[in-house]
């Protein structure tokens, strides 16, 4: 079984500075995908970014970029200048690829995370 | 807008009653994912289809079931309706072709938010 585990139910910081979200998972399969996605109050789910684990590389998208450090099964998320807007629920997901993916992707908690002015 | 539609956005209902829920993927997605989002429980996988065939079983009650029709529509059923049931149920598509990969975009609705009184 896979499983996500987010530490931080609430993070609250200023605008402008750089937060960083925790994350970390357990699976017994070699290959898989790693996502940070976002809830605003709409709660429409938003994809902010992926991570394919054979990668190397830590994925970046704009302001958003990840720290994956494999062997700790460790995958954070680094938001730089944060914003009002985001201002949401981030959930730390895990999609094994044994199969295609076809168990979908396995959540975190998740962590609220405030943005004040 | 993330192409994927779910309709109604809320229901409200009795203890007893049944419901069904409907998503349409977006344009040339085959795999449709259910997930149920409650505030004790977090995110769940529900189940999958992939081009009207159920692909996988996640956390799915025996009173709920799911099917995919010809035209790549869902329908998500729950019968026998429990307070518990209250919660937001999401629709998540991809392009699902198996073997390749390629389920690790998930592309979520706007939910069904279901209040069972």
């Known amino acids: 079984a896979q499983t996500v585990t987010q530490s931080q139910p609430e993070m609250s910081v200023q605008e402008a500075e750089t937060v960083t979200l925790s994350c970390t998972y357990d699976?017994?399969?070699?290959?898989?995908?790693l996502f940070w996605y976002k809830q605003p109050p709409s709660r429409q789910m938003i994809l902010v970014i992926r991570?394919?684990?054979?990668?190397?590389q830590n994925a970046t998208e704009n302001r958003f970029s990840v720290n994956f450090q494999k062997a700790a099964k460790s995958f954070s998320l680094k938001i730089s200048d944060s914003q009002l807007g985001d201002t949401a629920m981030y959930f730390c997901?895990?999609?094994?690829?044994?199969?295609?993916?076809?168990?979908?992707?396995?959540f975190g908690k998740g962590t609220h995370l405030i943005i004040q002015p | 807008d993330s192409g994927v539609t779910q309709t109604p956005k809320h229901l409200i209902t009795a203890t007893g009653q049944r419901v069904t829920l409907r998503c349409s993927p977006r344009?040339?997605?085959?795999?449709v994912y259910w997930y149920q989002q409650s505030l004790d429980q977090g995110l769940q996988f529900l189940i999958q289809?992939?081009?009207?065939?159920?692909?996988a079983k996640g956390n799915i009650l025996e009173r709920f079931s799911a099917q995919q029709f010809p035209d790549l529509h869902s329908e998500l059923n729950l019968s026998s309706l429990e307070l518990g049931d209250s919660a937001l149920y999401f629709c998540?598509?991809?392009?699902?072709?198996?073997?390749?990969?390629?389920?690790?975009?998930?592309?979520f609705g706007s939910g069904t938010q279901l209040s069972v009184l």
């Open positions: 998540a598509s991809s392009v699902g072709v198996p073997g390749q990969g390629s389920n690790e975009k998930l592309f």
């Open positions: 699976t017994s399969e070699n290959n898989y995908y």
């Open positions: 991570q394919e684990a054979y990668k190397q």
């Open positions: 997901a895990l999609m094994g690829m044994t199969g295609g993916g076809a168990d979908g992707l396995t």
């Open positions: 344009s040339g997605d085959l795999s």
């Open positions: 289809y992939y081009n009207g065939e159920e692909r």
